[in-house]
């Protein structure tokens, strides 16, 4: 049994910065990719941030880009969201993935989701 576990999540006003955890466990042997999609109301879930497993590979989605920094410590398997210069349009449910080898193959894992409003 695998679990990921966000938290974070919040209200903050324009401009300002919230910063996202995700710590993985369970029944883990390695962990590949993790990262960060969200959802806005009545719009499909897509992609923020996502990394490698070694960290050498980030990508991020273009409204994010230079404002959102993806990092993740290994020896937690826990995977992190600095969000900077928050928008209106970055409120959303953000949801953590990762692709996790439990010793059946790699499979793919959602957290239940944080909400992040961003609101004067």
């Known amino acids: 049994q695998v679990q990921l576990v966000e938290s974070g999540g919040g209200l903050v006003q324009p401009g300002g910065s919230l910063r996202l955890s995700c710590a993985a466990s369970g029944s883990i042997v390695s962990i590949g990719a993790m990262g960060w999609y969200r959802q806005a109301p009545g719009k499909e879930r897509e992609l923020v941030a996502l990394g490698s497993s070694g960290g050498s590979a980030t990508n991020y989605a273009d409204s994010v880009k230079g404002r959102f920094t993806i990092s993740r410590d290994n020896a937690k398997n826990t995977v992190y969201l600095q969000m900077n210069s928050l928008k209106p349009e970055d409120t959303a449910v953000y949801y953590c993935?990762?692709?996790?080898?439990?010793?059946?193959?790699?499979?793919?894992?959602w957290g239940q989701g944080t909400q992040v409003t961003v609101s004067s």
């Open positions: 993935y990762a692709r996790i080898w439990s010793g059946r193959g790699y499979a793919s894992y």
